[in-house]
């Protein structure tokens, strides 16, 4: 069983920057599709962000050009770096290991986008 701990979020103003972080156990994270994901109330969960082993991102419309994900294998961690935060970035943000056809997902961090 894979277990994965995000952390990071909080309150944060329009225009303004955040950092989450995600760390994943397991001694093959390297192998691991990681991502982010995020849920609205009332909506459905989304995906933000994905980086696989060799670096290759992909990301959804609405965060390209403000939201970086990156990895670090040494550390079983993956980060999502956002910035110019928008009140429709607000939700949970979870953190996703993916592994030949098996999910692992966080409890879920609170970003809230406010003045």
């Known amino acids: 069983q894979v277990q994965v701990v995000e952390s990071g979020g909080g309150l944060v103003q329009p225009g303004g920057s955040l950092t989450l972080s995600c760390a994943a156990s397991?001694?093959?994270?390297?192998?691991?599709?990681m991502g982010w994901y995020r849920q609205a109330p009332g909506k459905q969960r989304d995906l933000v962000a994905t980086i696989i082993s060799g670096g290759i991102t992909n990301y959804a419309d609405s965060v390209k050009g403000r939201f970086t994900i990156s990895r670090d294998n040494a550390k079983n961690a993956v980060y999502l770096q956002m910035n110019s935060l928008k009140p429709e970035d607000t939700a949970v943000y979870y953190c996703?290991?993916?592994?030949?056809?098996?999910?692992?997902w966080g409890q879920g961090t609170q970003v809230t986008v406010s003045s």
């Open positions: 996703n290991a993916y592994l030949i056809g098996k999910n692992y």
């Open positions: 397991g001694s093959i994270f390297s192998r691991y599709r």
